[in-house]
């Protein structure tokens, strides 16, 4: 059975956690409670447990600094932290000193905290069988897996400590035994941005967590090569070999990466793209090999001031005009609108790869003005409709083509209109004089009439003039004319169109007539209310 020590200040936290699942029945048990680090410490210098849950926020010694004494006093504790603050600071600096995983305290259920625990007991076994390998270091401590790869990471950046450390381990462990050649690849999540842009910074850690662990498997002997995560959706992996011979070397290591891609791609369901640095004598250098690599991965995602052809500057983000459009079209249900706005977007980003950084940066644009849109006009529906879920971004997040991406995106704001289509009319009326009403948002644009919305329904004219009055306190004619003078005035505040494009394009015959309609709906001239900047005079 394996015991687990439970550190917190609080007492309730105690009390829940004691009574979120059967502990004994599933081969666990809590060990006398601590309520402080310093009171954790003294019971590990008693009897060590198995399992350590530490509260991040704690007076005194706080769970960061115990987690730290922890894993350098008794590598082989696994711990977990828990926290009511999802934060990337604490979150990293856990993860980075060896904790397992880290917990909310606010998401915590029985079953996903007996998940947790059972990877742990996972891990342990395979500890306690020899089935993971932990490397001693100069003075003889543990070294743990994650601190190995965070050596690497940093090392990679640059840290010309972390450099030195990790030499200094490698030659006291048998990491990379036997080695003289190196060389380094550096995997990118394709859409990393696009995927996580609205995950908590837990959920993307869990992410890069799984992500490294599926890579090692992949890869097999963590001592002979190393996955490591160096951020923005970036893994570099470190591969040593006993010969010498480039051919084979470069062989070799597009062999076992197009194997690391699939596996990723299958049990992860993500896309990734893979560059190779130089080949390298000496561990110390590999960070030149890794910087090689990215800048080779740099230039087929178009990051920098060119694009990969070397043409004119890439834009990274939506230009103002197209916002509005985008909005403007939103606001007014224009179907036609949003179409021709998301074709000019991806034309000008048509040389483009998918996953370049200015085409992830432009789709996550463009998926913020659907939400804000979703949020604001579709959020105040009088029951259900309009609040329907909008297409999930992973599944954009999956594909390797511009033009499918084009293609998706126009289904994503297609049903987001139809969305905020449905908020407008559903639950206010009854079904016919709400399928009228959906006429209208679909058609003012046209010379539509109650008699083409009646037989579209299968109505009598006269049965459905006289309940759209009942319902609506306007008539046929009053109600397209409201629609089509509150998408004027969106028009015209745009600043977009003249008068005349403005009336023609919200289904008015003639400018006389837009004209008096609109000046009879706002109190003021067209030209007035334009000059008034978008303001009306009619109390």
């Not at 081969?27 to 991040?56: H, R, T, W």
Request: glycine fraction near 8%; proline fraction near 3%; charge should be neutral.
């Amino acid at each position: 059975m394996y015991q687990i020590l439970l550190v917190d200040d609080e007492p309730l936290v105690h009390h829940d956690l004691a009574m979120l699942i059967d502990w004994p029945r599933h081969g666990f048990k809590l060990c006398p409670e601590a309520y402080s680090g310093e009171m954790a410490l003294e019971i590990l210098a008693q009897s060590p447990p198995n399992i350590m849950i530490i509260d991040v926020n704690m007076p005194g010694m706080n769970g960061v600094e115990l987690n730290r004494v922890v894993k350098k006093r008794f590598p082989a504790i696994q711990t977990l932290m828990l926290s009511s603050y999802d934060d990337y600071d604490y979150v990293r600096e856990c993860l980075k000193d060896g904790a397992a995983d880290y917990l909310l305290k606010h998401r915590l259920d029985g079953p996903s905290l007996l998940a947790v625990l059972n990877k742990v007991t996972d891990v342990l076994e395979q500890e306690s069988s020899g089935g993971r390998r932990m490397m001693s270091g100069t003075a003889g401590e543990q070294v743990h897996p994650v601190q190995l790869r965070e050596w690497i990471a940093e090392a990679v950046r640059g840290n010309a400590e972390a450099g030195e450390r990790l030499v200094s381990v490698a030659a006291a462990s048998g990491l990379y035994a036997g080695a003289v050649s190196y060389v380094t690849a550096v995997v990118q999540i394709q859409s990393f941005l696009l995927l996580t842009e609205t995950f908590s910074d837990v959920q993307t850690i869990r992410l890069v967590q799984r992500t490294v662990e599926m890579m090692q498997q992949s890869l097999g002997d963590l001592f002979e090569r190393s996955a490591a995560y160096i951020g923005g959706g970036r893994f570099v992996v470190v591969f040593s070999f006993r010969h010498r011979s480039e051919h084979r070397l470069y062989s070799e290591v597009h062999g076992m990466m197009g194997k690391l891609l699939h596996v990723v791609e299958m049990y992860m369901n993500l896309k990734c793209v893979y560059s190779i640095g130089y080949i390298c004598a000496s561990l110390p250098q590999i960070a030149g090999s890794a910087n090689e690599a990215m800048r080779k991965l740099d230039h087929i995602f178009g990051i920098g001031t060119n694009d990969p052809r070397g043409a004119a500057p890439v834009r990274t983000s939506l230009t103002m005009d197209e916002q509005k459009q985008l909005l403007l079209s939103l606001e007014n249900l224009d179907p036609e609108g949003i179409r021709r706005t998301i074709s000019a977007i991806f034309s000008s980003l048509r040389n483009l790869p998918v996953y370049s950084q200015a085409v992830q940066s432009i789709v996550s644009e463009m998926l913020r003005i659907a939400a804000k849109a979703h949020m604001k006009w579709a959020a105040d529906a009088s029951d259900d409709a309009g609040k329907g879920e909008l297409p999930s971004r992973a599944d954009l997040a999956q594909i390797g083509d511009l033009r499918e991406m084009e293609r998706r995106l126009q289904e994503y704001f297609a049903k987001l209109l139809q969305l905020l289509k449905d908020s407008r009319v559903k639950g206010r009326y009854s079904r016919h004089v709400s399928q009228a009403v959906q006429y209208i948002l679909d058609h003012y644009r046209e010379g539509i009439t109650l008699e083409q919305a009646a037989s579209e329904i299968g109505l009598n004219p006269s049965y459905l003039s006289r309940i759209f009055k009942i319902e609506t306190q306007a008539t046929f004619s009053e109600f397209l004319n409201k629609v089509r003078i509150d998408a004027g005035r969106r028009l015209l505040e745009s600043g977009r169109y003249t008068i005349k494009e403005v009336s023609h394009l919200v289904g008015f015959s003639t400018y006389n007539y837009f004209f008096k309609v609109f000046k009879e709906a706002t109190g003021m001239t067209p030209q007035a209310y334009v000059q008034n900047g978008g303001r009306e005079t009619r109390s």
